[in-house]
């Protein structure tokens, strides 16, 4: 039975990140999958999470389970990190929440529950968005359409076609935003444009379900919630998919929670109680070190404080490397790539073709993806300049 199964071509992410680790060259650029890299190209373990790891070793005395929703410091350290320790709906027990192995696992409890509550349910995506957010939210049976988001010409967000298109979403349907950093264009929506999808929400009545993989990494931790923050002040509900991949560095350690934002204290409940029966039947319980880890550094103010200021350190170095990117490629071509100064987070699409995107791997071991989306964070004082070189050649 199992031998009429072929073998899939490999992820469009994951794949390209292997053929960069497996190209010989020792000038390869590799700014394919979403990751943070320091100068020397190593992605590093926080201090915060270094310090945090070895007092859990030290205290640990048992590896028995942890309860379905995962660590409750974790549980209460995301929910203030993500709508903020004052939010009127924390007071009022309308946040409720679980770990999940990842922003993908978070994605995926978040899917449940939508198709719970309405099977098949209609999720519009932003065009473009992250690949995986279809088949991971697609395979339980909901279904999608687009609206347009970003606009290859200005480089920024179409909002006039997002409007316009998002106005045939109605009281049942799911529309997927992207909190902060958007993956993959870098392009975010103004607080005035949050408040315009705020509008629309209330008027036609979807319910917004927001993926936040990459909060702190775009301006800071508050400012890259704002927009989320603005809806759940005014909606009844919602759901958020955050993660401690990129903003804790705990990639491996597959760190999500899924948020749910209910009418009250006990519509919140029963969605969390909901998340951990659809856990139970795919995974059971979600992993604890990656959780427990993030939970020890939000419920201490010293270890709170040390993450804080590397995270603002790693935020401040990718924005530097934008415009350090915009000046080198200033000199080389007449193209502008001002646009990416103005994006947020880890990508940019740098608005080359398939072809020269190929041809910049083949010929000049340069990596992104075939989309011309480059991780930013992968750039360093090393491989700049390679890296600026063969764009001007392909161009
Ligand atoms: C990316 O888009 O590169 C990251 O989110 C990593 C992944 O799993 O795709």
Request: net charge negative; with cysteine.
């Amino acid at each position: 039975m199992l031998q009429s199964l072929e073998k899939l071509p490999p992820d469009p992410i994951l794949g390209l990140a292997a053929a960069a680790r497996a190209d010989a060259n020792p000038d390869k650029v590799d700014l394919t999958v979403g990751i943070y890299m320091d100068e020397t190209g190593v992605c590093p373990v926080f201090e915060a999470v270094q310090r945090a790891q070895g007092m859990l070793v030290e205290e640990e005395v048992s590896k028995a389970y942890l309860p379905p929703v995962g660590p409750e410091a974790f549980n209460t350290g995301m929910r203030a990190l993500v709508f903020g320790a004052q939010h009127p709906a924390l007071r009022d027990g309308r946040i409720s929440s679980i770990a999940a192995p990842g922003g993908c696992g978070a994605l995926r409890i978040g899917a449940e529950i939508i198709n719970a509550a309405t099977p098949g349910a209609r999720v519009w995506v932003s065009d473009p968005t992250w690949p995986v957010h279809i088949p991971l939210l697609g395979s339980v049976g909901l279904q999608f359409e687009t609206y347009r988001y970003y606009d290859p010409q200005s480089h920024g967000v179409n909002f006039e076609a997002m409007r316009d298109d998002l106005k045939q979403a109605k009281s049942g349907d799911i529309v997927l935003l992207h909190g902060c950093c958007h993956n993959p264009c870098g392009a975010d929506l103004t607080l005035a444009q949050w408040a315009e999808i705020a509008d629309m929400a209330e008027h036609q009545g979807f319910t917004p379900f927001i993926d936040i993989a990459y909060q702190g990494l775009g301006e800071s931790l508050d400012a890259d919630a704002a927009g989320l923050r603005l809806l759940s002040e005014r909606l009844p509900e919602m759901i958020v998919a955050a993660s401690c991949s990129k903003n804790m560095g705990l990639y491996r350690e597959r760190t999500g929670v899924t948020l749910f934002l209910g009418h009250d204290a006990e519509n919140a409940d029963a969605l969390v109680s909901q998340a951990a029966v659809a856990a139970r039947r795919v995974y059971s319980m979600p992993p604890a070190h990656g959780a427990l880890i993030a939970g020890r550094i939000l419920e201490d103010a010293t270890l709170t404080a040390n993450w804080q200021q590397e995270l603002a350190s790693m935020c401040e170095r990718i924005n530097g490397l934008r415009t350090q990117l915009v000046a080198g490629l200033a000199q080389v071509t007449d193209r502008d790539f001002s646009f990416i100064e103005r994006e947020n987070g880890m990508f940019s699409f740098l608005g080359l073709s398939r072809e020269q995107a190929v041809a910049l791997r083949e010929q000049h071991s340069v990596y992104m993806l075939d989309s011309s989306r480059i991780n930013v964070a992968g750039i360093n004082a090393g491989n700049i300049d390679a890296l600026v070189q063969a764009v001007a050649k392909v161009l």
